[in-house]
């Protein structure tokens, strides 16, 4: 069972950058696929970017070309970039990981119930 701890989160102006990091201990992430999720007050978990075991990158239509995700499994250690940040970027964001097969990751590769491993959140304020 892997376990998974984000950091990175922070306050920041419009326009600036931050970039997130979610350490995985207990198993090694080389056999998961690895998601970014986020969370606003009074909305719904959404997809920012996953990453199949094979490396193939899935981005929120609302990343635009911003956000980078990218996974370093000999460090156990996934990433997301975050460039051109927006006030509407304010959100708690999740690391996640999905035992589930292929497949099933790939039908729907920004579905939080394709992921089955989450951690705690870090916080990321945007201020205009």
């Known amino acids: 069972q892997v376990i998974l701890m984000e950091s990175g989160g922070g306050s920041v102006q419009a326009g600036g950058s931050l970039t997130l990091s979610c350490a995985a201990s207990?198993?090694?992430?080389?056999?998961?696929?690895m998601g970014w999720f986020r969370q606003a007050p009074g909305k719904e978990r959404e997809g920012v970017a996953s990453?199949?075991?094979?490396?193939?990158?899935y981005y929120g239509d609302f990343v635009k070309g911003r956000f980078t995700i990218s996974r370093d499994n000999a460090k156990n250690t996934l990433y997301l970039e975050m460039n051109s940040l927006k006030p509407e970027d304010t959100a708690m964001y999740y690391c996640?990981?999905?035992?589930?097969?292929?497949?099933?990751?790939?039908?729907?590769?920004?579905?939080?119930?394709?992921?089955?491993?989450w951690g705690q959140g870090t916080q990321v304020t945007v201020s205009s």
């Open positions: 207990g198993d090694s992430i080389g056999g998961y696929s």
């Open positions: 996640a990981a999905s035992s589930y097969s292929a497949s099933r990751f790939f039908r729907a590769p920004l579905s939080p119930g394709n992921f089955n491993y």
């Open positions: 990453i199949s075991v094979g490396h193939n990158r």
